[in-house]
């Protein structure tokens, strides 16, 4: 599986990183227009981990643009496979996760991107929204994330990313401590996500 590659913290992948995510931000100007709210409450410097729901493929890019900063994330790792594309996600920062079976060198290449000072991109729910209006089932690995990296959670909200016909609404929270109790601070995540997408929180199981 491919992980974390170090390399990509260099001046040529920060660069290369903002020229990609320059060019999604123009390309959603043209084709499907973004709001952005709420900037103010990202942190300036330092690691931190960003915290949203999942609506389609282009949350990720749409989401980078947005930041200002060269982000970390998480990408299948069938992705990794496919020539070029695999190659520039790992430039990007990108780490390779096992949907079904996350291991170790995941959580891995997250701490290390949050040591050299990155944000990290997370989806709670772990794949997109299944149910329109509602929020999908929320998995514990941002809580868990947190926790032992010692890192803010900055939950955040994107709306409109699965329609081409509407707007993109992004709209970043005000940032949170990580908690010692993985399912209280998970479930207050999805509160603040609900809040800030007026999406519905699912049932708790």
Do not use: C
């Not at 660069?15 to 300036?44: D, Q």
């Amino acid at each position: 599986m491919a992980t974390f590659n170090p390399n990509s913290l260099t001046p040529i992948g920060r660069l290369f990183f903002h020229l990609i995510a320059s060019s999604y931000k123009f390309m959603f100007w043209l084709t499907h227009p973004i709001v952005t709210k709420g900037k103010e409450n990202l942190p300036k410097e330092g690691a931190y981990l960003l915290v949203s729901n999942h609506l389609s493929e282009s949350d990720p890019p749409a989401i980078s643009g947005q930041v200002g900063r060269a982000i970390g994330f998480m990408a299948k790792e069938e992705l990794f496979k496919i020539p070029i594309y695999g190659p520039a996600l790992s430039l990007l920062g990108a780490v390779a996760v096992d949907r079904n079976r996350p291991g170790p060198s995941t959580f891995k290449g997250i701490r290390q991107i949050l040591k050299s000072g990155r944000p990290v991109l997370t989806f709670i729910e772990g794949t997109r929204t299944k149910t329109p209006g509602v929020l999908g089932t929320p998995h514990t690995g941002p809580a868990y994330i947190a926790k032992s990296n010692k890192v803010p959670i900055v939950p955040m909200s994107i709306v409109g990313s699965n329609d081409k016909k509407s707007k993109m609404y992004i709209t970043f929270g005000k940032p949170m401590p990580p908690g010692d109790d993985l399912d209280e601070t998970t479930w207050k995540i999805m509160e603040r996500i609900s809040e800030l997408s007026g999406l519905k929180l699912p049932e708790k199981h």
